[in-house]
């Protein structure tokens, strides 16, 4: 009784809640109406175009573009992947962005339906996705513009870089929650990601995690459940600090074969990445392996979907925290 009680009256308080910050943004709207201070742009979320309506966000001509990149310059490239270069850049007078610039039009596609595509894809704004501030539409080649992410990929953190140390274990579990967080976000919105790994998750300057480049593969042999054994990847990466394909022996054999057989024969807490291998909890690393493991599953139809991935490294962040070894 006392339970239900309880909940009652939390509900009710919600209600309230909601109710009052309805009744504030009307009210403070009217206001604004009434002073004429409304305008267009005022409402809807930063950078997203009124005329595209779509997540694609606003069109940026080839002249801000190549400001913004120092007209292409080496200096300013950031990365190089099999999808063309990236380029640091600044729009706006003061936003950072990483502006990606595709070699060519993926096979069978055209640059203008590609941004069709782009433009297509649902308003994705989460605390785990890498915002796509928009495009420039006023050449026939694909450039996209992204916010940019100063702490650049998961992966680059994960051996330590310039001296600096490896990521420590916890912040790893955080990264892999958020990206889980962000991957599920995509899922229930319909949109397959298609190339999750460690170097499309990136970090923000407070270590967020955020995935990117989502929406862009085009390849048909894409799914949810694809992406959900890539993620599987991703766990045993930031586990072991092992590249997705390694040798062992003069064999060369993909991490998550490897990882899988050591965690048949019981030798996973070994192959803990060096670095963090004091700082695992035993509980935890049993439940994340448990979630990688799952995640790997041959049979596509055994894979879990991302929210029961998502509530198993929640749950391997909790073994972590009510270990002493915590850091
Ligand atoms: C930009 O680069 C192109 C090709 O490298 C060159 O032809 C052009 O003159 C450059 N423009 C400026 C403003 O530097
Ligand atoms: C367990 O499997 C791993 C990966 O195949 C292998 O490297 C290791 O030698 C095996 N250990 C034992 C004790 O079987």
Redesign the pocket.
Known sequence: MHVLAAVMGAAAAAICCVAMAAYLYVHERNKKKRKGELNNGEWLPEYRSPATGGGGGRSFSFAEIKAATRNFSEAQVVGVGRRGKVFRGVVDGGTAVAIKLAADPSPGRSAREFRAEIEALPDLRHRHLVPILGFCSDRDETILVYRYMPRGTLREHLRGKNGKPAMPWWRRLDACMGAARGLHCLHAGGVVHGDVKATTVLLDENWVAKLSDFGLSNSKHVTMKSDVYSFGVVLFEALMARRPALL?GDQA?SLAE?AL??H????LPD?VDAAIKDQVAPECLEKFAETAVECLAHQVTERPAMGDVLWNLELSMQLQLINPKRT
Not at 264 to 267: A, S
Request: include cysteine; glycine fraction near 10%.
């Open positions: 062992t054999v490897h057989a050591c048949r024969n019981g030798t192959a």
